[in-house]
């Protein structure tokens, strides 16, 4: 699987954001990352 297309400040920005590591954000999947984007939207809203 490729990486993603995203720069290093956004992954460093999301890693922090999801508490996961930076590698595994690079690598996983794009509509993973767009549910989990998803999610902690929704947390923040509440």
Known sequence: MKPLHISAETAIKLSEKLGMPI???????????M??????EKEQEK
Request: glycine share 0%; no cysteine.
């Open 23 to 33: 590698e595994r954000i690079m690598h996983m999947p794009q509509h993973i990352l």
């Open 35 to 40: 549910q989990k984007l998803v999610e902690l």
